[in-house]
């Protein structure tokens, strides 16, 4: 319970942020004005419109990077964490808040802008194509997939944030692991097509597992001691 | 309520407080003090359950820090030397999120209480971002004192408060004591210490070097006194040498002379020291006991602590 009110508390402050909305609107609206702008795109084939859709997924997810990268290092750097360690909140209950405010709206992020570029591309491309390439099935995987998505990139992001001496350096930081995942996103949307299905496979359990080690890593760096220790 | 047993918090190789005992009773305010980096911060840390001590045990209202630290936490008040507050909030939301997260199941009245304390009901709906400095330590007390906790852990809250806004702490803190509070006031502000406390702990380098009552502190060491005289410097370097009295200080001062010394037994050494100073033909104009603040007992202390 008291992990939903930290989370609250984490996205009410990152959306207390113009330049957040004005970035959540960006990504979102950036794989919608690329079919509109596209003018081969009518005759494309289904792959095309999977690529966009998996970006039209996993983009607004990257505004997660930017949340967990202030998650530690402002707090430290605006010293407020001594009264939330001094509070009794128990360590997990501190990561799960922190989690959940960084995957949440991100979360919710995602689905909206599945839903937006669903509808566009319903226009676009005909309701009929959309409906067969993006059935429910493939709507549910794509967002599970961003779901992942998150959850790699929020926790890994917040072990790094955790370390760094202030939020600045954190946001540096996001930066860069967002322009890598531009550049994955656009390599991997060039071998869509290619890539065979066990290699997929073993990407999400690749994924997987590095969640598992990134989560256990940020509960240890989020343990009292370890959070007093860095003040 | 808060009772310190032989702790020691190590960081590292870096021991950050040694083997330190000390107890704070309800309705007292005992001020721990030290020069920066002595150990105060974290001695406060393991009482409010924020930090587990490498030896020894900390109990706060009956309960170990070690076994209980959830429960702990939830009966100490902590304000530091920064307010550290969410600016983006209201002074409404920001107490009504820390009460939530102390359990506190109906919060508003409490809220409306505090602010009134604070004298801050008009800033009640205003971004904490808007508040002054002294404003913003107010919110961070009404923040520590949100779930009426038993004890209170200040780490040097008048820090960067003018003298009004320090005196209005200082009232507060004192009516904090009136309501059966034990009170830790981690502080190197000597004044502050000597208005207000019951009792001091004085701690250097992690370990504790002396703990009294404050006018105990002041009244320990030798007692030394000050005359005032017409008189030749040699002449009286002479004659209470010849007494046996060793003198402290000696300074000139618009034609008269200070002298200052201390003694075990003043009336056989004062006797002693005035009969010479006579029999050299010294007009004395005045003697004086010394009265030490808490400042001069507190750097003597330090510095006999630092001896080898």
Redesign the interface.
């Known amino acids: 319970m008291k992990a939903l009110l930290l989370a609250r508390r984490e996205i009410v402050e990152q959306y207390s942020d113009r330049a957040s909305i004005v970035r959540a609107l960006f990504l979102i609206a950036l794989p919608i004005a690329l079919i509109q702008l596209n003018r081969s795109a009518a005759g494309a084939p289904n792959e095309f419109i999977l690529v966009f859709a998996l970006q039209a997924a996993l983009l607004p997810a990257a505004t997660a990077i930017n949340a967990a990268a202030g998650s530690f290092a402002a707090e430290k750097e605006a010293q407020t964490l001594v009264p939330l360690l001094a509070a009794p909140i128990r360590d997990i209950e501190i990561v799960a808040g922190k989690l959940i405010g960084v995957m949440a709206p991100a979360a919710a992020l995602s689905i909206v802008s599945l839903l937006t570029f669903y509808a566009a591309a319903s226009q676009r491309f005909g309701a009929a194509r959309i409906a067969e390439v993006l059935d429910p099935v493939t709507i549910a995987e794509l967002f599970g997939l961003s779901v992942l998505f998150i959850l790699s990139l929020g926790s890994w992001v917040m072990v790094v944030s955790a370390r760094v001496p202030s939020q600045r350096a954190a946001q540096q930081i996001a930066g860069l692991v967002l322009a890598g995942v531009v550049v994955g996103l656009t390599a991997i949307s060039s071998v869509i097509g290619n890539i065979p299905t066990g290699l997929i496979a073993g990407g999400v359990v690749a994924v997987l597992l590095s969640d598992l080690v990134a989560l256990q890593l940020a509960q240890r760096l989020w343990n009292r001691e370890e959070a007093v220790a860095r003040l | 309520m808060i009772e310190v047993r032989d702790v020691t918090r190590r960081?590292g190789s870096f021991t950050a407080l040694s083997h330190a005992s000390f107890v704070v009773r309800s309705g007292e305010i005992v001020a721990l003090l030290g020069p920066n980096g002595a150990g105060k911060t974290t001695a406060s840390?393991i009482i409010?359950?924020?930090?587990?001590p490498t030896e020894g045990e900390a109990i706060v209202d009956g309960l170990s820090v070690r076994e209980h630290p959830?429960?702990v936490?939830?009966r100490?008040g902590?304000v530091?030397d920064?307010p550290?507050?969410?600016?983006?909030?209201t002074l409404r939301q920001y107490l009504t999120?820390?009460a939530?997260?102390?359990?506190v199941s109906a919060p508003g009245p409490r809220i409306a209480e505090l602010v009134e304390l604070m004298a801050l009901t008009a800033m009640l709906d205003t971004k904490l971002a808007a508040f002054s400095r002294g404003m913003k330590q107010k919110a961070?007390i009404a923040?520590a004192l949100v779930h009426e906790p038993p004890v209170l852990l200040l780490d040097e809250p008048a820090t960067a408060l003018d003298p009004e806004m320090t005196q209005t702490l200082r009232e507060l803190i004192v009516s904090l004591r009136a309501q059966h509070r034990a009170i830790l006031l981690c502080t190197h502000d000597l004044d502050e210490a000597q208005r207000i406390s019951d009792r001091v702990v004085i701690v250097d380098r992690g370990r504790i070097v002396r703990e009294g009552a404050t006018e105990e502190l002041r009244s320990a060491g030798r007692p030394a006194f000050r005359a005032e005289l017409v008189a030749g410097e040699t002449a009286v370097r002479a004659a209470l040498a010849g007494a046996g009295v060793t003198i402290d200080g000696l300074s000139p001062a618009n034609g008269r002379l200070e002298v200052r010394w201390s003694a075990d037994d003043p009336a056989e050494s004062n006797t002693r020291a005035l009969r010479a100073l006579l029999d050299a033909g010294a007009r004395v104009i005045s003697v004086n006991a010394e009265t030490r603040s808490l400042e001069d007992a507190y750097l003597a202390i330090i510095k006999e602590s630092r001896q080898p």
């Open positions: 960081f840390r409010g359950g924020i930090l587990a959830n429960a936490r939830a100490c902590l530091t920064s550290s507050l969410y600016e983006r909030m999120y820390f939530r997260l102390y359990d961070a923040r």
